[in-house]
């Protein structure tokens, strides 16, 4: 699949229209965890570190997007939220309004920054037409203008191939891609999953798809201020072993934390719980317990950072989100992935394919126990090293290919041509 991926020839992009800075905007819609306002983050501090320059507003779907540390020339607006139920059905998470009127709100809120922001490039993430198609005005109206370059980018898992290709001809996805976007990013490897043969994308889609490789963060010397105080706290003495248990947005990691909370850590470990900030209060309070019962185990409700941790671990054990196993492959750290499975595969499929090649162990769920995992973490295996077997490369091939949609030739948005019917359906 070597023609899907990205080229590798820079471009030099010395300034936006009339000398000032490249506007970029990333939008992303944040229903259920922080998974989609952190790989924009991610994006946004990649494109700030390197020779483009440009200002970014993050439009984000939850108030905890202004927890994250943001780089420089870069701001963010976050939207009143919607909560994703256990089914995947959305309602209000917060303000006591009917979801249609919320959708408004969200809706006019995002059409109205963008039109006063102008960004040269939309970085949308996942959605085509943002969740329950509230991004649609706001595209309507950048095509009319003409002048902003819109990408679609997707994760390298997104569901089971049945159900996103029902999910694009019921969402009439394809022509959302087809009207409005110039280019579709998957941040994954083909050889982990290729998003193109599996989802059987149609040949107008698949014109547009680069892959970039898996977005890892690159290693630092420095970490969050945010987070440094109370993260120093966490690491064992230089004689001892750290097990991290990480649940991402925590909503529903608690089943996963407290099995992990009753394991017996052997003399000379200890082990670190990352509670997210959507884990329900009685778990919380559940896991408190059990480690103020526990001197070798500590729990943190939330850190925007969790490099720090990560770097001084000598196991992961994780549910099966993008960011978090990105971040433990390019740290390289032994890991066991325990993936939701419902309402999306999406963990599932992920945890499975880096199986196969060797880089992550799975636990599923009807597995979990106290048991199995002490019984994980008790093994003498050899750390994986992910680098050099699949791309993670993301991060620096993001603005290769940013660079070429600012400084193509004709660089203002061209209508696409008419769509031939036979290429808008699977």
Known sequence: MDQWRAGSNRMECSAGPHGRPWRIALYSHDTMGFGHMRRNTLIASTIAGSPIPATM?????????????????????????????????????????????????????????LEAFEPDVLIVDKAPRGALRELEPALELLRSRRRTHCVLGLRDVLDDPAIIRREWVEGSLAEAVHDYYDAVWIYGDPGVYD?????????????????????????RKRFSELDG??????????DQRLYLCMVGGGQDGGGLAEAFAQV????????VILMGPFMPPDMQNRLCRLAAANPRLRVVKFVTDPDLLLSMADRVVAMGGYN??????SFGK????????????????????????????????????????AEWLRRDRKTPRARGHIDLNGAQTLPELLEGLLCSPGADWIAPPERNPCLGTF
């Open 264 to 271: 017996s850590f052997p003399s000379g470990t200890r082990g």
């Open 229 to 238: 105080n109370e993260l120093f706290t966490l690491l064992p003495p230089s």
């Open 57 to 113: 507003l993050l439009i984000a779907g939850a108030r905890e997007a202004g927890s994250f540390p943001l780089p420089p020339q870069t701001d963010c607006l976050t939207l009143p939220s919607y909560f994703k139920e256990e089914g995947g059905a959305y309602e209000s998470r917060s303000l006591r309004t009917p979801l249609e009127h919320l959708t408004a709100l969200r809706a006019r809120t995002t059409a109205a920054a």
């Open 324 to 329: 978090t196993v990105c971040e433990s492959l």
């Open 195 to 219: 998003q193109v043969h599996e989802y059987a994308y149609p040949a107008d889609v698949a014109a547009k798809v680069r892959y970039t490789g898996y977005l890892a963060r690159p290693k």
């Open 334 to 373: 032994r890991t066991l992935v325990v993936p939701r499975v419902s309402p999306r595969r999406e963990q599932l499929i992920r945890a499975e394919r880096l199986q196969q090649k060797g880089l992550v162990d799975v636990l599923y769920p009807d597995r979990l126990s106290p048991a199995a995992l």
